[in-house]
């Protein structure tokens, strides 16, 4: 018998790279979660030392699950009452907020009975339902709820519309200034950059710790985190991503880093400040009325640094040299590095562009959200990825049409959806684009094949 011969069929390469993805996917998508805080109420709330209470009550019996909401300070909060009608919202610190009754889940014709109001409690002019309340001596305030008959006092859907739709335009905004700088690395180095939460996160956090843990005044604070999220962008690169490319690493070896880099990044993270929510300074005492628009100081100040960002971005992309090349290496590595362009330069500077960008953005996110949390940057990340696809990948402009356009997509939802499943409208108005325009909205058709 003569001898056995053994063949080997080597794997196909797109089977290995398919195969890459799948684990790498798994591993990102069903690490476990992290355990829940033991200072935190049934209902998610972050247990203070300042706290809001009451008993909601009609004809002298309890009213189960009305829904309680606070909102103040840069901050927000949500309950519900019990079989007993008590209700508790927790709030960081001792300021005055607005209270409300979410008046859907009263009994049908029952209003809260403004002549049963606590003293010196009235509901905010146009409401039946919201209230202004501060604090005495101590850190609770109690306030007993009466339900009575009568009419409730709505806002008109146009209004909710107008004030959604700028919320929506605010929300947009700063996820702009982070979807453009993924776009960039994405567009320079085919890279998709799992790790991009992790440098939002990273600029509220340096903010955080500038001005909370070492009291330094909040202007020096957001310029140490827009120079930090630079130096982080130059670091990452210089670090991990420069020597990776110059080994030949292909796009899915590289994104399976970025994928480990993140976890390894949000768990330290999340071991230097803990797991709750830490608020920002500086928050809006109080909103400013502009008709149904309901907007803070804080709000119009994001917008603006917004704006103003996003046109020196364009300016720097479309009139300086980097720019320029920026968009050839963009187009075609290959021809640029032929024409004389330096791309390992070109790269790195659009690293530290991304890195300040994510930076802004992360302390923008941190008073919209509102507050600085550990994974704050993962509840970006599918919109960032989603803004970066509906616009066209590579392109910055086209990442910016995106990001507004998920932005408002978002925030308008809410007028059908409950909030907790606005997100989830991102995505059906990306697959219904992309169904129409394969590409993006302004990326390029290309020939499969």
Excluded: C
């Amino acid at each position: 018998m003569g001898p056995t011969t053994l063949t080997v069929q080597r794997k196909r390469p797109w089977v290995v790279a398919f195969i890459g993805i799948l684990i790498a996917l798994s591993a990102f998508l069903l690490q476990p979660a992290a355990p829940a805080s033991a200072d935190t109420t049934d209902d998610g709330q972050e247990i203070t030392d300042f706290y809001f209470a009451g008993v909601i009550t009609f004809d002298d019996k309890p009213v189960e699950g009305v829904v309680m909401s606070i909102e103040g300070k840069g901050f927000k909060g949500e309950t519900e009452t019990d079989a007993e009608g008590k209700w508790r919202l927790y709030v960081p610190e001792k300021e005055k907020y607005t209270l409300t009754v979410d008046e859907e889940t009263l009994p049908k014709g029952v209003i809260v009975d403004a002549s049963l109001l606590p003293p010196g409690t009235q509901p905010i002019s146009g409401t039946t339902a919201s209230f202004e309340v501060e604090f005495g001596l101590t850190g609770t305030k109690i306030m007993n709820l009466f339900l009575g008959e009568g009419e409730r006092i709505t806002v008109s859907f146009i209004d909710q519309l107008l004030s959604r739709l700028v919320g929506g335009l605010n929300f947009g905004l700063l996820l702009a200034l982070a979807s453009m700088g993924a776009a960039l690395i994405y567009g320079t180095t085919r890279l998709s950059n799992f790790a991009h939460a992790e440098m939002v996160t990273w600029g509220g956090l340096v903010a955080l710790v500038t001005t909370s843990f070492w009291h330094l005044p909040l202007w020096l604070g957001i310029a140490a985190a827009v120079i930090g999220g630079g130096l982080f962008g130059w670091a990452l690169d210089a670090g991990i991503w420069r020597p990776l490319r110059r080994r030949g690493l292909g796009v899915v070896q590289l994104m399976i880093v970025s994928i480990g880099l993140s976890l390894a990044l949000r768990y330290a993270f999340q071991y230097l400040i803990g797991g709750g929510t830490r608020q920002l300074p500086g928050a809006s005492p109080a909103p400013i009325q502009f008709g149904p628009i309901s907007l803070s100081y804080i709000d119009m100040i994001a917008m603006g640094v917004s704006i103003v960002v996003i046109l020196g971005v364009a300016f720097f992309l479309t009139r300086t040299r980097i720019g320029k090349a920026t968009r050839a290496i963009s187009d075609n590595p290959q021809l640029a590095a032929a024409s004389g362009i330096d791309v390992d330069k070109v790269v790195r500077y659009v690293w530290i562009l991304s890195g300040t960008l994510a930076a802004i953005s992360g302390i923008l996110w941190a008073y919209f959200r509102p507050g600085v949390k550990w994974d704050m940057g993962m509840q970006m990340l599918l919109l960032i990825f989603a803004a970066i696809t509906l616009g066209g990948l590579g392109t910055a402009f086209g990442a910016l049409v995106g990001s507004l356009i998920v932005g408002i997509a978002v925030e308008i939802s809410t007028l059908w959806i409950p909030s907790d499943l606005k997100y989830a409208s991102a995505l059906v108005v990306l697959i219904v684009i992309l169904l129409v325009r394969p590409q993006g909205l302004l990326g390029r058709r290309e020939r499969l094949g």
